[in-house]
């Protein structure tokens, strides 16, 4: 559990202090940067440095100011053990966001901004923005002079996105609009290289999607969907609608572990037979020879741990060509 207090009165003097750490490139931490504490492997907490401020967690207490002037990465101690203190990144804001929306993690991600094709000078419009996870991606993506609006029904969490992209010191390359796009169309017009849409009937959209996207210069359509019949839904309405390259990707990821491996000989195989103990009848797996050293090992990969997350959702898109 975090809890984030004032130690002394003069707190409130860096309040409103925007930080660009996520797209500064300075070796120290300086006031106003966010950083990412990272206490173990699945706790991390984002932070806006300000002088006067603290942070107590399961090792401690840590004043804000001990970390001005610390390189990024650094170990930084703690009353009761220590953290690191790492720059913050599109994955690592992913990992520890406050969740306001069902968010997008890294891997459908990292495949949405390649189907986009985000790159610097980028113009991308996105529904829904929900937590800001994608948001953030895009936003850093079309560094240093594209542009992302991104658009969302409800204002409370619009405001608070916008909130956020001053403090992490991407407000000049974002536009959060409160707008439902599959009825009121999208903020801009004739003018999106790309538009991604997360929301509960995207075929309703694919129509205001071509009216944003660049008639000279066409651009991509990406839509995220957790059920089948959406993406048969929406991939009609993709075509109908002018668009060509209609595909839809499915992400499975499958983590695996690398472990060693005890290859036989083929005068073990003769003595002991295919993979059995050295007393015979026993019928069991064996793990080296009586007697023998592991000598001729080699690895192989499990997958681990042997129950996984599979499926995220469908990732549809298709490209609008130019048009005159």
């Known amino acids: 559990m975090l809890k984030t207090e004032s130690t002394d009165s003069s707190s409130q003097k860096g309040a409103g202090i925007g930080g660009p750490s996520f797209v500064g490139l300075s070796e120290l931490i300086e006031e106003g940067d966010t950083v990412i504490v990272y206490v173990s492997f699945g706790s991390m907490y984002p932070i806006v440095v300000k002088r006067g401020m603290s942070i107590t967690m399961k090792f401690g207490q840590l004043r804000h100011e001990f970390l001005i002037g610390k390189q990024w990465g650094s170990r930084v101690t703690t009353t009761a053990g220590f953290i690191h203190a790492l720059r913050p990144t599109s994955d690592l804001w992913t990992r520890c966001l406050p969740k306001r929306t069902q968010i997008l993690y890294t891997p459908d991600v990292s495949l949405i901004l390649s189907l986009l094709d985000v790159r610097g000078g980028s113009v991308v419009a996105e529904s829904g923005t929900g937590s800001g996870s994608l948001s953030h991606a895009l936003a850093i993506g079309v560094l240093p002079d594209g542009h992302v609006y991104t658009h969302d029904i409800d204002e409370t969490r619009t405001r608070k996105i916008e909130a956020e992209f001053k403090e992490h010191g991407l407000s000049h390359v974002t536009t959060p609009v409160v707008q439902n796009v599959c009825v009121e169309g999208f903020f801009v017009e004739n003018s999106c290289d790309g538009v991604f849409l997360d929301v509960p009937c995207p075929w309703e959209a694919v129509e205001n999607a ?115």
Do not use: W
């Not at 008639?215 to 059920?227: A, I």
């Not at 195989?269 to 009586?290: I, M, Q, S, V, W």
């Not at 990969?301 to 129950?307: A, D, R």
């Open 210 to 324: 071509v009216r944003a996207l660049s008639k000279p210069r066409g651009g991509r359509l990406v839509s995220f969907s957790p059920c089948i019949e959406q993406v048969q839904r929406t991939a009609s309405a993709m075509r109908e609608a002018g668009f060509v390259e209609v595909e839809c990707i499915e992400i499975v990821p499958r983590q695996l572990m690398v472990v060693d491996e005890r290859k036989q000989s083929l005068g073990e195989f003769n003595l002991h037979g295919d993979g059995e103990e050295c007393a015979p009848g026993k019928g069991r797996k064996r793990k080296t020879p009586c007697g023998g050293k592991d000598e001729d090992g080699g690895t192989t990969t499990i997958v681990s741990p042997s129950t996984q997350p599979t499926h995220t959702g469908y990732l549809i898109s298709a490209t609008m060509l130019p048009r005159l």
